[in-house]
């Protein structure tokens, strides 16, 4: 029975039209306003200036040193975010794949537990962020603990390292459990009689796992690797709400100077933002394109168990 | 069995060792880091705006006790006075001024007591302070940001489950040309995440009217290149033999896709629902970006806009804050497995 052909197409409508006017579209603004000037809204107000926006984000005396840099501040971002990627993605990972093989061992109440760690997943980023200032704050929680050992209180969001340190930890809070969850599925792939063949063997607890868990997990291990980067590099909201991105910049990110230089500023440099995110959109494909590799090496592990 | 022996065994029925114990503390320390922050927050949204300046902060929710006095309106602060004679009684604080405080005797209320502020201890009695959610309505607007967060998140789940359904239908269970296609473009938009979009996305909403519009918030997300994944990989394993038969009985393409194919397909309906309202619940940046006016403020906008003001007021931020969290917490409470099953099987947030 043949159908009528454009069938198809009406049911496809509305999700096509939404993806096109609101994100391919934009795709395609968003190369026009990184190329054009202005103050203006409206593309048709805004003059072509070329690379000039690019030229600025990228004229700098030496790109280590943020303060050489005409936009000194988006250096700064720049290199806080990968400052906080790097720590970040590492320690999450670490504290993932920890509480990861916890949980897959014989323990009571896996569900229970399982979900302890998934809880703060769910939060959403303001509230996450409130409930941290709340504890951090100069009269907090945290404080408190420290006049009761005999310590004295510390700015803990008020000093850069401090500031920089607690947004680390708590993203990785925040963010941890939905790892866990993917290098649980993963290790819950691996066949039980590996396991029964290293017991045979008589191998070492710490021995089956360097040489059975982790050889046999690693490639969910790259594709949590990759994803917590992309999510690292793109860190914004619990940041904004728990910081503002200072004290200065210490904690101001790539995603909140696009915010800053297009939404925030009384001059709002649509241009520059939409050039900032143009550099960010380069650094996101370069990690997506290590996702589909990873992602292939994971099917490549799948076949091969 | 003794009760050590049943504490203390495992899954695979062997003894505890080390390593157990080793697991069990890291869990243990986990649930404390985990929740204890949450339940700080909740234990604290119960203190009076008095008990939240104090430090350092006690475990839990102390009030200053109050007690009516003959010919007041108002109940009056009780404090511990040690009076001259060396006795120490408990009395109500009429007034105050500079270091000397007026005390009276309910029982006698025409003799002012007058005290040095020295001689005297505030009386504390454990009380939860409900006044911290009630006043919410009345006070901040609460019952607006509560309205337009709702609105946001109902609207804006059920046309995502429209139209999502609707092309994980037509990519499930038609052959047309370029279908692949289709399907690879969806699949991409994966990948372009919002904040790249920020600037021309802001034009497009404000070219269509929508700024400081809850449907500027709504439309550029209802169309989820993850629900139409997660849809049609499920749509795929209804048979075609259903729609087949039904296709004999001369049901439409409308008919079959709503009353068949919908149907059919709700266990996954379900868990993208339960994304979608956890998604636009939570939503921050780009509401932060449309809804400029505070009317229109949504719950998480309106808590960012309070934590930012000169003097917050954090006895009534902490109780939005809590019932922010609440539904998320219901959530959570009750279809985690769903959640879970979803995270697996899309490898999605």
Redesign the interface.
Known sequence: ?R?A?R???L??????V??G??????????L??AFTGGVQ???RDRPFVGFENLATLLDCGNYLDPSSCRKDIFWRAVWNTARFALFQVSLMVLFAL??AL?LN????GR?F???????????????VA??????LQR???L???M??VGADPVLWLGEPGWAFTWVIFVSI?AHM??YT??LL?GLQAIPADLYEAAQMDRAS?WRTLRRVTLPLLLPNLL?VLV?AA?RAV?I??EV??LT?GGPGSATTFV?QF??QT??QEQVRL?GL??AG?LL??LA??VL?LIQLRATRADKAGERAR | MSALSFLTRTRGMRRMDWTDWLSYAYLTLGLFLMFGPVLWLVMSSFKTEGALTEFPPRLLPYGQKQVMVPGEDKPKPLYRVRLPDGSVRELPELRRIGLTATHVDPAQPDVPIRVDIKDREPVRELRFALENYTDLGGKLNFGLYLWNSVFITVVATILTLLFNSMAAFALSKYQFRGRSGVFLLILATLMVPPAIVLVPNFLVVSELGLLNSLWGVIWPAVATPTGVFLLRQYMLTIPDELLEAARMDHAGEWRIYWRIVLPLSAPALAVLAIFSTMWRWNDFLWPLIVLSKSEKFTLQLALNAFQGDLVTQWNYLLAMTVITLLPITLVFAFLQKYIAQGIASAGVK
């Open positions: 029975m159908q052909a069938t198809p197409w049911f496809l409508g509305p999700n096509l939404i993806f006017v609101f994100t391919f579209l934009p795709i395609v603004i968003n026009y306003y809204l409206y593309p920890t509480t916890v061992r014989k323990i009571i569900g537990w399982r979900g302890v760690f998934f809880y703060p997943v769910l939060l959403s980023p303001v509230v409130l409930i941290w200032k709340w504890i009269e907090g929680l404080n408190g603990a006049v009761a809070w459990g939905f969850l993917i599925a607890p594709v994803l992309i793109q914004f909201d904004f709400v503002g995603v696009i915010y297009g939404f649509y933002a939409a995110s960010l959109a996101l494909i997506t």
